[in-house]
């Protein structure tokens, strides 16, 4: 199970929005998360998609990010895929 959340990257492409994404990504993964209940740690899978190189409107830009995302969780987890890098 997981959450779905979507960034919003300003003035950023898809390469730059993926080096953000991965960055995010490692810095999480690099967390250990204490409780009474013991250790964990967190991972993410994202998906990226530009405006408007990939999608005009929002709703279909959202649509593809999550295909990306859902690649990512159908091929291993804890990584980031660009919608232009989508067989």
């Known amino acids: 199970g997981g959450e779905e959340f979507v960034l919003v990257l300003p003035d950023t492409d898809a390469e730059g929005a993926a080096v953000f994404a991965n960055r995010l ?7 250990t998360i204490t409780s009474e209940h013991g250790s964990f740690s967190v991972t993410l899978s994202l998906g990226v ?18 295909q990306a995302l859902y690649y990512c969780k ?11 890098d989508l067989p």
Do not use: M, W
């Open 25 to 31: 990504r490692e810095e999480i993964a690099a967390q």
């Open 49 to 66: 998609a530009e405006f408007p190189r990939d999608a005009s409107k929002r709703h279909e830009l959202i649509e593809l990010a999550d």
């Open 74 to 84: 159908e091929h291993g987890r804890n990584r980031v895929t660009k919608v232009c």
